[in-house]
């Protein structure tokens, strides 16, 4: 590996060295884009639709179209429209593949088939073949005056060893870091950077969480921020804290203010006494939603907790609490 590589793979892990050969080289054919196999209706994913393109590719100029395409290769097409293209595709897993591009190779992230990133690992090591809107791009363009070219670019958050500006509503990235390289990625501007395959192909079907889950998010609900200011718990009957009993969550031990909490049954939940009430949680794949209230101080609220995978934790996204 290179030492300029070896930056790249530090940096944003795209290396795609270990992946396994699978040239594949198809004649070119005139269908249009085929289908993702098992993309969920109504899923983010499920909206990317690549516009179809005809006729063999290897000839086509290395265009980049925010939000759309990079060269000969559209987001939301998969790699049987680029083999039967003509395009020899290689490194392929679930995920990733490789495309040679003329003399360039462009990398792409792949979730249920469907092309989501394209990308260049380092314009400084390509020819002088890539262009934007009828204008070729110098591989040894300074990165702001390739970032004024291309418009709009604001910064984002930094990462470990570099950063990505983000340009055209997040239809394109510039990627930098130590030493001079430039990395260019094509992303649909609908999706966040790192949306990953679990949020893409999230429907908003329901699922079961585990007792395991459900605990987690009911404590991270009850330490939230912005209830603190609610609890008084100077006042008579405010500690221990009581909470209801629900189905949505199992009675366990918890301690809240110093004080083992009590759980109550809903009857004794009356007018005028100080109880919680958890009244929602419930999940699809990536998204968690609860509800609560406090009545003694007139209080509901929602929470709405992700995360990127089945075994992540559960991240707090965004909560509302307001008084009634």
Known sequence: MSPRLAVLVALFGLCSCERKPAVSESPPATASATPAPSVPSGSP????????QTGPRAGLPLSIVPGVSFGPIA?????????RGGLAVSGVTDSHADVMAGAVTLRVSLCAGKIIDIWIDDLRLAPPSLTYEGKVI??????????????GCKETSP?????????????????????DFLQIRVKPKAFAF??????LTDDGSAVELSPKD????????LNLSELSKYWHVDKPGRDPLRIVKTPLVAEESLT?????????????????????KLT???????????????????????????RSSPSDEWRLETVNVSER
Do not use: Q
């Not at 790192?194 to 949020?199: F, G, P």
């Open 280 to 306: 929602t949680l419930a999940a699809t794949k990536t998204k968690a939603t609860v509800a609560f209230a406090y009545p003694i101080e007139g209080l509901v609220g929602t929470a709405l907790f992700g």
């Open 138 to 151: 110098a591989p040894a363009v300074p990165r702001e005056e390739l970032e004024k070219t291309f418009g």
């Open 45 to 52: 994913l499920s909206r990317l639709v690549a516009k179809p």
């Open 159 to 179: 990462r470990i060893g570099g950063a990505f500006e983000k340009c055209h509503d997040g239809g394109l990235y510039v990627g930098y870091g130590m030493g």
């Open 194 to 199: 790192d949306d990953n395959c679990a949020i």
């Open 256 to 276: 809240m203010f110093g004080s083992p909490v009590k759980w109550i049954d809903e009857a004794e939940a009356t007018k005028g006494s100080a109880y919680f």
């Open 214 to 221: 459900r605990s987690s998010i009911f404590k991270k609900t």
């Open 75 to 83: 987001l939301g097409e998969t790699l049987e429209d680029l083999k």
